[in-house]
């Protein structure tokens, strides 16, 4: 299959294809390794320069696979070898704006993979009895943060994996600095590499027919003599494809600078047709009177847009960052200078994304797995947090883009983007600059005023500068920003230039990214993780913030080994001289001994932990009979309920709620493995709802609304706020101290250490 076919096409009678309009010896590789024929290669790895018509060329192949487009498409004029059989549609999983995780984890849904770790969706498709057909487009544009590097990694982490699974029939759109490496991985004969600049794959008469047709006036240009006229008209497209040296993005600029301005174009000029993507923008800012510089300052902003595209009414304040000056007048007066190379973003509806389409869109959104995880750990299943608080539906307009009324544009190609970074002295410079510009543009410093696009990217502009660590002390930010894009960023930063607050964050990012809370949830679970890293200044931040949070996170202990937890309560002076951190309980963080108080003194809240005997501090649960070598490894700590702080007291005197308190409690607990619910008896509205990445072992709701939860990591009490009674007699109130500035690690807890893997019935109470 060689560039020939593209003769004998054309000498047979054959119609081009009306999308691709050429490439005839690509197409038929392509339709030779769609029906399997004997000799094609079991993968083929598409490549090619930015712009040489690579997703262009996909698109065709896949309209030609797809009933729907099959219809419409004039299938008896086509050359036969190029139009596959009618096939079950090949699954076309959209890697643009994913992780490598997300992409992956969508593969495993569209074949109903059972699979739980990266490494068995690889296993489990090897054992499949009939062979798989997965078309993967558009890899260059894969990851939420394009610093980040998210292409490499979807071919080392699933292309390669999957093109190594010979079940798995494979065609990988990718760039070219990383094709050798997929196909290179695999077996003489099971992989082709398709290079479009490659002279055996190049069709400069297919540019021509592009030239030509853009060139038509009923396509949309202008009725000038060098359109209208065929002659002129095919002699014009000739010398621009010819110039452009087979870069089919030149050519399409090229046509669209002379619809925009036709004024100052002579087609018998040489040296007005361009050779490259960059010749284009000089040479329209020249025909237009402008400085080329100008222009590349006007399109830098967008340049560097992350997500779908930038906010118009953001483009006015980074160009100026980024030129040094007011740019005000530039913009107004320049629409026709940047016109050939911005387009709107289309408003859409945000929809599950399905494998099988063949558009060209970013296909974020719902669907996705856990949102930034990497390699073979354990699956991160999507469980919505749809009930107290809950849900995809974000209040903050975290993830937010064409669909929430505003305009975005970007640049019509991301050609156009790099050659634009490349022609910048200092690219890091002028991330800096415009990093410095998102932040004067929230208003009062005010996260939940920020455009949604400053919260959601902020993150990958400073990254980009080198900057992103000391960004990442503010816990505001990190609630109310998209966590994929977040997540994203803070995993490009080395672990070592990270600070407590940011360690913290991306410990909490897969909960955020797999629960998709809103921005009052996302707060919630960080509130909590702060609390149980020892950063309480961040986690009182958060009460001051705006955020409606369904708890207060009280105190949290890293004990291993807890099989269960309940609540109870303590005489006011206990017999067994109960102190709060007394030298019995490890770990106690209490101001001191329990003053005495008059024997009608309400009984003091405390909450009990069932752990293996032998854990410090712990007294053995004694037997039926008071045989404490009875008790079977059971034993008891005892902390207070409502602040920090081991309580050296007998097991024995802890009393459960009576059953009136416990009826006359305002809320209700139930729970599975990993998610739980607290709910208002008088409504039985979900009031709160808790996410774990790790199972609970334990959890109990004193009647004053105090939720005691044991998982792997530890045990942690928190204050439900929602509909709350009364504060109780003996609860602190946190004072919220101003928010530190640095990020050095707050010393750790002295919590116990008992012997792993110990793990006892679930919801186990004594």
Same mark, same amino acid.
């Given at each position: 299959?060689?560039?020939?076919?593209?003769?004998?096409?054309?000498?047979?009678?054959?119609?081009?294809?009306?999308?691709?309009?050429?490439?005839?010896?690509?197409?038929?590789? /392509?339709?030779?390794?769609?029906?399997?024929?004997?000799?094609?290669?079991?993968?083929?790895?598409?490549?090619?320069?930015?712009?040489?018509?690579?997703?262009? *060329?996909?698109?065709?192949?896949?309209?030609?696979?797809?009933?729907?487009?099959?219809?419409?498409?004039?299938?008896?004029?086509?050359?036969?070898?190029?139009?596959?059989?009618?096939?079950?549609?090949?699954?076309?999983?959209?890697?643009?704006?994913?992780?490598?995780?997300? /992409?992956?984890?969508?593969?495993?849904?569209?074949?109903?993979?059972?699979?739980?770790?990266?490494?068995?969706?690889?296993?489990?498709?090897?054992?499949?009895?009939?062979?798989?057909?997965?078309?993967?487009?558009?890899?260059?544009?894969?990851?939420?943060?394009?610093?980040?590097?998210?292409?490499?990694?979807?071919?080392?982490?699933?292309?390669?994996?999957?093109?190594?699974?010979?079940?798995?029939?494979?065609?990988?759109?990718?760039?070219?600095?990383?094709?050798?490496?997929?196909?290179?991985?695999?077996?003489?004969?099971?992989?082709?590499?398709?290079?479009?600049?490659?002279?055996?794959?190049?069709?400069?008469?297919?540019?021509?027919?592009?030239?030509?047709?853009?060139?038509?006036?009923?396509?949309?240009?202008?009725?000038?003599?060098?359109?209208?006229?065929?002659?002129?008209?095919?002699?014009?497209?000739?010398?621009?494809?010819?110039?452009?040296?087979?870069?089919? *993005?030149?050519?399409?600029?090229?046509?669209?600078?002379?619809?925009?301005?036709?004024?100052?174009?002579?087609?018998?000029?040489?040296?007005?047709?361009?050779?490259?993507?960059?010749?284009?923008?000089?040479?329209?800012?020249?025909?237009?009177?402008?400085?080329?510089?100008?222009?590349?300052?006007?399109?830098?902003?967008?340049?560097?847009?992350?997500?779908?595209?930038?906010?118009?009414?953001?483009?006015?304040?980074?160009?100026?960052?980024?030129?040094?000056?007011?740019?005000?007048?530039?913009?107004?007066?320049?629409?026709?200078?940047?016109?050939?190379?911005?387009e709107p973003v289309e408003p859409v509806e945000p929809v599950e994304p399905s494998l099988g389409s063949t558009d060209d869109g970013n296909g974020e959104g719902g669907g996705d797995r856990d949102g930034n995880g990497k390699g073979g750990g354990n699956r991160e299943r999507d469980t919505t947090a749809d009930e107290g608080g809950g849900g995809s539906g974000d209040s903050s307009g975290a993830g937010s883009g064409a669909g929430d009324g505003r305009t975005l544009l970007r640049l019509m190609h991301p050609a156009i983007a790099e050659e634009i970074r490349s022609g910048l002295p200092d690219i890091r410079d002028a991330q800096t600059k415009i990093a410095m510009a998102l932040l004067e543009a929230v208003p009062q410093q005010d996260w939940a005023q920020a455009d949604p696009y400053i919260r959601d990217h902020l993150a990958a502009h400073t990254l980009d500068a080198g900057l992103l660590p000391q960004l990442l002390t503010d816990p505001g930010l990190f609630a109310h920003a998209d966590p994929v894009t977040m997540r994203a960023a803070v995993e490009a930063v080395p672990l070592e230039q990270l600070g407590a607050p940011a360690r913290t964050y991306l410990r909490t990012a897969p909960l955020l990214t797999r629960s998709e809370a809103p921005a009052d949830l996302r707060a919630a679970f960080l509130e909590s993780a702060f609390v149980e890293d020892g950063l309480a200044a961040y986690a009182d931040a958060l009460h001051t913030l705006g955020f409606t949070l369904p708890w207060r996170t009280l105190w949290s202990v890293p004990l291993v080994g807890v099989r269960a937890v309940t609540t109870g309560s303590l005489p006011a002076q206990g017999g067994d001289g109960a102190t709060a951190g007394a030298a019995g309980g490890p770990g106690g963080s209490g101001a001191g001994p329990v003053p005495a108080s008059p024997a009608a003194a309400p009984r003091r809240p405390v909450a009990a932990f069932l752990v293996p005997e032998g854990t410090p501090g712990a007294r053995t649960v004694p037997g039926p009979d008071g045989d404490a070598s009875a008790a079977g490894g059971r034993a008891l700590l005892v902390h207070d309920l409502l602040r920090p702080g081991y309580v050296d007291a007998d097991p024995a005197q802890v009393q459960p709620p009576s059953a009136q308190a416990q009826e006359e409690a305002p809320f209700g607990l139930s729970r599975d493995a990993d998610y739980l619910r607290v709910w208002a008896r008088a409504d039985e509205e979900v009031v709160a709802a808790l996410l774990s990445d790790t199972p609970f072992t334990g959890a109990d709701l004193s009647p004053e609304g105090v939720l005691v939860v044991a998982t792997a990591r530890g045990v942690t009490a928190r204050q439900i706020l929602a509909a709350a009674p009364a504060p109780l007699p003996s609860a602190p109130v946190p004072s919220v101290p101003a928010q530190r500035t640095g990020t050095a690690d707050s010393a750790s807890s002295g919590g116990l250490n008992g012997p792993e893997g110990l793990e006892g019935p679930e919801g186990d109470h004594f």
């Open positions: 299959m060689s560039a020939s076919g593209e003769g004998n096409a054309a000498a047979a009678g054959y119609a081009p294809h009306p999308y691709v309009g050429g490439r005839t010896a690509a197409l038929r590789a /392509l339709a030779a390794w769609r029906m399997r024929w004997p000799g094609a290669p079991r993968v083929i790895v598409l490549t090619g320069n930015p712009g040489s018509g690579r997703s262009r *060329l996909v698109t065709g192949f896949l309209m030609l696979c797809d009933r729907g487009h099959r219809k419409r498409l004039p299938l008896d004029d086509l050359d036969p070898a190029t139009v596959p059989p009618d096939l079950p549609e090949p699954a076309v999983p959209i890697p643009a704006g994913r992780t490598a995780a997300q /992409l992956l984890w969508l593969i495993s849904d569209h074949f109903g993979l059972s699979a739980d770790r990266d490494d068995d969706i690889f296993t489990e498709l090897a054992a499949r009895e009939e062979p798989v057909t997965l078309v993967v487009p558009d890899v260059d544009r894969a990851g939420p943060v394009r610093a980040a590097n998210e292409p490499a990694r979807v071919v080392r982490d699933v292309l390669k994996p999957l093109a190594a699974t010979k079940t798995v029939h494979l065609l990988a759109e990718v760039p070219r600095e990383l094709a050798a490496e997929l196909a290179g991985a695999l077996p003489p004969g099971q992989a082709q590499i398709i290079d479009l600049d490659a002279p055996e794959w190049a069709d400069p008469k297919g540019l021509v027919r592009q030239a030509e047709t853009a060139l038509t006036p009923g396509a949309g240009a202008p009725e000038l003599p060098y359109t209208t006229d065929p002659s002129a008209r095919r002699a014009l497209a000739e010398a621009l494809a010819g110039r452009a040296d087979g870069n089919r *993005l030149t050519v399409q600029l090229a046509v669209r600078s002379l619809i925009v301005r036709p004024e100052g174009f002579d087609p018998a000029d040489a040296s007005l047709l361009p050779g490259s993507v960059g010749e284009v923008l000089d040479l329209h800012a020249r025909r237009l009177g402008a400085d080329p510089r100008t222009l590349r300052l006007m399109l830098a902003p967008l340049a560097f847009a992350e997500g779908e595209g930038l906010p118009v009414q953001l483009w006015g304040a980074l160009a100026s960052a980024v030129a040094g000056r007011d740019m005000s007048r530039d913009l107004a007066d320049g629409m026709l200078l940047a016109a050939p190379f911005v």
